[in-house]
Each structure stands twice: as C-alpha cells, then as structure tokens.
C-alpha cells in the first residue's frame, strides 16, 4: 500500500502520520510524536526566517497559506469527531467564532 501525496501551493503533503509509510503502523502518532512534530517544523520555520535567500520568504508564505489550510482542514476533523464547542475551547475563542472561522 502507498502513502497518498499531493502538493499544495508548492509543498509536498503526504497522508502518512506516522512517518514509516508501514501500513500496518497505528492510524494515529504516539503522543511525544505531536510535541516532536511541533519541535521540528518550529525549527525549520525559524531557520527559514533567517535566510537572506528571498526563495525562503517565499517557501514561508507557502508555508503560511499550507498552515491556514491545515487549521481548517484540522477544526473540521475535530468539529465531526467532537463538536465546535471542543473547536473553539482548543482555539480559546467562542464555539460561533470557531464554526465562523473554520466551518468552510
């Protein structure tokens, strides 16, 4: 079985959480993985920020429109797993102001 792949807006994104590509991995990371993925995109956004290079500006604001993607896509999971009211609470907003935001 192959891990799907697509690109948005220049940015290669894979379906793969777990990082192996083994099918047979658990659908969701172990919890220290969340706080390591955080870690390392955290650092590479950063590196990039201190490039002179305007090719790392621009891999940023590709990066930017990859991660407000990413919060929609994320809140609507979560709103159809859950509920908005656990949407707005993650986001510290109001359940209107979350379903407001991220519902489309």
Do not use: Y
């Amino acid at each position: 079985m192959t891990c799907g792949a697509r690109t948005v807006k220049g940015v290669r994104v894979t379906n793969d959480n777990t990082g192996t590509g083994n099918p047979e991995a658990p659908a969701d990371p172990p919890a220290g993985s969340l706080e390591q993925l955080e870690q390392l995109a955290s650092g590479a956004i950063n590196d990039l920020a201190q490039q002179t290079d305007p090719e790392a500006f621009q891999a940023l604001l590709r990066l930017s429109a990859l991660v407000g993607e990413a919060l929609g896509v994320s809140a609507r999971t979560l709103a159809t797993t859950g509920s908005w009211a656990k949407v707005a609470e993650a986001a510290g907003t109001s359940r209107q102001a979350a379903w407001s935001r991220w519902s489309s």
